[in-house]
């Protein structure tokens, strides 16, 4: 994950801005979206990043300054508090901050972490491999059942120890 300091990016931030509001009117509206995750849904919770570009403020709502901008879409985030429309979040590396929830998706993905993971046919450790996936390879969980989940990336799907990876709980039920 990307992440770029607010302060080399705050002239070029504004004409956006100033851009994106002087041409508001003229676009037609945008397509309809998957539904973000309800409020009061168990929390925490993990969900996921709908966009390539996430702005992460120090409090919820716009008038508080960017921290960080996340750059990387379906990377996994954990939802830790609410405040109205805003998302309180944590990365895997700890970063923590608000987003609108319209920029969150409830389509669960995991993060590789560690080393170099093998997902496996079965999940049973002595399974053949189906592919080796390197640390920060983001992909879909498709379902999870004891100590393993189902991932698939790019349709390459196979089975890893929930410890392998970040965006699941231990003890969580993915279907």
């Known amino acids: 994950m990307l992440r770029v300091s607010p302060r080399l990016r705050t002239g070029l931030l504004a004409a956006l801005l100033a851009v994106h509001t002087g041409l508001a009117s003229a676009q037609s509206p945008s397509p309809p979206r998957e539904t973000p995750p309800p ?32 750059q990387r879409r379906y990377m996994p985030v954990e939802v830790l508090a609410e405040f109205e429309n805003w998302r309180k979040i944590r990365d895997w590396q ?25 997902i496996r046919r079965q999940p049973d450790g002595n399974s053949p491999a ?3 996936l390197e640390p920060g390879v ?6 999870c059942k004891d ?16 410890a392998d990876f970040w965006g ?3 003890n969580e039920a993915v279907k």
């Open 39 to 70: 409020a009061g849904v168990n929390l925490p919770r993990f969900v996921s990043l709908r966009s390539d570009e996430v702005n992460l403020r120090t409090g919820p709502g716009v008038r508080y300054p960017v921290e960080w901008v996340l």
């Open 147 to 162: 100590q393993w989940c189902r991932l698939d990336t790019n349709g390459l799907k196979g089975w890893l120890m929930r």
């Open 94 to 118: 700890g970063t923590e901050g608000w987003v609108h929830q319209s920029m969150l998706s409830g389509r669960r993905y995991a993060i590789i972490t560690g080393d170099v993971r093998v």
């Open 138 to 143: 983001v992909a879909q969980i498709v379902e």
């Open 168 to 170: 699941v709980y231990g």
């Open 130 to 132: 189906v592919a080796r």
